[in-house]
């Protein structure tokens, strides 16, 4: 039986993929008041593959350090925090 079909038939298991949400999410939610404080957002869209995708709104949306903040702050405590996730992109 593979993975998949074993979480699907024990009574309260969540999915893989939303598992992996989850844990992302709970990553992002440690850096989303200092992105706020600077009149940023971030949103988690689609998880593919291995890498995150997210979008920046607000202040960040325009803002010529979203890239080093995507990269220095937003993936790296993403990757420590979610092995499973190889990198973190901007939509």
Do not use: H, W, Y
């Not at 993929?17 to 990553?27: G, K, S």
Request: aromatic share 2%.
């Amino acid at each position: 039986m593979s993975e998949n079909n074993l979480q699907s038939t024990v009574p309260g298991a969540v999915p893989a993929a939303a598992d992996l949400r989850r844990r992302v999410e709970e990553a992002l939610d440690q850096i989303r008041p200092a992105i706020e404080m600077d009149g940023g957002i971030v949103e988690l869209g689609e998880i593919v593959d291995g890498v995150a995708f997210v979008e920046m709104r607000g202040a960040c949306g325009s803002c010529p350090s979203s890239q080093m903040t995507l990269r220095a702050g937003i993936e790296r405590i993403i990757r420590e925090q979610v092995p499973e996730i190889k990198a973190v992109e901007a939509v």
